[in-house]
């Protein structure tokens, strides 16, 4: 009887190099002593294998599955699960145009358009330089700056067409581009292993502010007792405006409108057909 082992078959994939395996076998020790529960640390791990290769690659699922007690299909899975984890190689800057309905109809739509013909590449394809992946992308919370570009997920707000050309020209070129908030920018490899949870060794990257804007902050305000910055006014209200709601209708959408096809005192008076 020979000895053979039943069990989960793993995914071939080719070793790292000895020195590769042992240095991300220290940092993942470091990561997984965070979490009562090592498996926990999936995320941040496929994190860190991204940034030692650009994408997570068969080689990457396989050193994850082996340090958490895996199965490479538990960890496949969570990769395809998640749009953070590229699976094939890209470029150093990932640049995403948010496409979602408010950034699209204030230009993202025209901006991703425009960056697929500069760059002469398709939805998640690379330039050939290898320099930038273009993609387009979800909402980014940050639709009170659409249209929205992120580079490496550091937001490039209230983009045109011509400013989100210059800014795949300046990266193509290695010119130094700043974020309109956060930290400076880095390569995707280096964006990976700060989001693994390994700090931010460059100066003043912590510090770098972030806030959202104020539209995005209302919710907040009113949660802690603050006043709304503005309000609606009612369009029957007559005289001064009242911050009490108007009695019979709670939105003014509700509201039926005078317009000049049904009020005679409009302004613009009664619409008539020619020859009336
Ligand atoms: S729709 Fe683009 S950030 Fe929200």
Known sequence: MSDVTLGMPQLPAPDYPAEVRAR?????REVIARYPDSRSALLPLLHLVQSEEGHVTRTGVRFCAEVLDLTTAEVTAVVTF???????PSGDYQVGVCTNTLCAVMGGDAIFEELQRHLEVGNGETTEDGKVTLEH???NAACDFAPVVMVNWEFFDNQTVDSAKRLVDDLRAGRTVEPTRGAPLCTYKETARILAGFPDPRPG????GGAAGPASLVGLRLAKGESAPGRVVSPRSSGA?????PASH????????RTSASDPQHPSGPVTEEGE
């Open 137 to 139: 992308i979800e909402c």
């Open 205 to 208: 990257a912590v510090e770098a």
């Open 241 to 245: 405006p009242s911050d009490e709601p």
């Open 82 to 88: 998640y749009t953070m984890y590229r699976r094939k």
């Open 250 to 257: 709670p939105s003014s959408h509700d509201a039926p409108q």
């Open 24 to 28: 991300l076998e220290a940092d993942a």
